[in-house]
DNA sequence: GCGACAG
DNA sequence: ATCTTGTCGC
């Protein structure tokens, strides 16, 4: 229950359908300061992965700090067990930061998931915070084309259930898939990365966690925790 | 059975 | 996810 490596799919499978009865994804009145921006790198056919959380003041979006993790993973990336392969080392980083952000948005789905518990709302529930899942390709679900202009919307839906939003961050550019993870409602997760979008496609968030990773994978940056 | 399939 | 330069389009 804290080693993920050995898990086979249907035991995966079984842990995510227990986790799901404890999503809490009802919208909230949301008092932000800090806002995080998670997620991880690797070398292609490397078991070696690069875990980071970059904090951000909010809503500035201004770097305060970050964290860094590197680990070994077993668990394979299968469409829909991301979480198995990346979560173990994305809490790592976590519980190294000194001072927790708000809100965690975390580069993957949230429920917009086949048995409705992405990386996001598997990292939410399994440590308590608050997170949501911004992703840049739709896992599972369908959506009307947004409108073309910089934040238009529509949602996700399995079926006649909503599952996320389809986002578009920059004008006549494809949209990003924002959902709840835990502790983060349905209009919720669509109100904060509303106000995470800077110049470009991904928001601050993902887009700087992103980079960080990167720069920690090519030795630029040393493994801990960091402030700004 | 067939196609789809986050990172 | 990662490897990479130029090039098309607004």
């Known amino acids: 229950m804290d080693n993920y ?8 499978t079984a842990i995510q359908k ?4 404890r999503v809490d994804t009802a919208d909230r009145p949301l008092a932000i300061r800090l806002i995080g921006g998670a997620d991880i790198s690797l070398n292609l056919y490397s078991t070696t992965i690069y875990a980071g959380i970059i904090v951000l003041s909010f809503p500035e979006l201004r770097p305060v700090g970050w964290s860094l993790v590197q680990a070994e993973t077993r668990f394979p990336y299968v469409p829909g067990y991301l979480a198995f392969r990346e979560v173990p080392a994305l809490v790592a980083a976590w519980k190294q930061l000194p001072e927790k952000p708000d809100v965690l948005v975390i580069d993957g789905h949230g429920i917009a998931h086949p048995r409705r518990m992405g990386i996001a709302a598997h990292f939410g529930v399994e440590t308590g915070q608050a997170s949501m899942g911004c992703a840049k390709k739709l896992l599972t679900g369908s959506y ?20 996320g939003y389809a986002f578009r961050s920059k004008t006549k550019v ?3 898939f924002v959902s709840p993870g835990h502790r983060v409602g349905m209009d919720n997760s669509l109100a904060v990365i509303r106000q995470c979008v800077g110049r470009y496609r991904i928001p601050e968030p993902t887009r ?3 980079e960080l990773v990167n720069r920690f994978r090519r030795s630029e940056l040393a493994e801990g925790w960091s402030a700004c």
């Open 208 to 210: 700087l966690a992103h």
């Open 144 to 163: 009307q084309e947004p409108g073309l202009a910089v934040g238009s919307y529509s949602p996700i839906l399995a079926g006649t259930e909503q599952i």
């Open 18 to 21: 227990d986790l799901r009865q």
């Open 174 to 176: 494809a949209p990003v």
């Open 5 to 12: 490596d050995t898990l086979t799919i249907t035991e995966a």
